[in-house]
């Protein structure tokens, strides 16, 4: 629906949004907040990869090397059929959310 809005209208929209797979897949920009402060900005591919946006979903493991970061952050972000930020919660800390 968002995208043929954007398509036959040639309108910009403004989505707010926590479903990590549906930002990735309709965006041109993405614009990341963590506890709002603004921590990433571009593409969807330059926020996936963004150091800041790594910690931010993955929080930061003392001796994690970036390169290891950025694997996992690359296999969540392939992982469009659920809620990224959710599923990657519940991994985290072994619950189901």
Do not use: C, F, Q, W
Not at 44 to 73: K, S
Not at 76 to 95: C, P, S
């Amino acid at each position: 629906l968002l995208l043929g809005i954007r398509a036959d209208y040639g309108t910009g929209i403004l989505l707010i949004e926590h479903d990590m797979s549906v930002v990735m897949k309709i965006s041109d920009h993405v614009v990341v907040l963590d506890h709002g402060a603004k921590i990433a900005e571009g593409t969807p591919d330059a926020v996936r990869n963004d150091p800041a946006v790594i910690r931010a979903y993955l929080g930061e493991e003392e001796g994690l090397p970036a390169a290891v970061a950025r694997d996992i952050a690359d296999d969540v972000a392939d992982d469009v059929g659920g809620d990224l930020a959710g599923d990657l919660a519940g991994d985290l800390d072994g619950e189901e959310r």
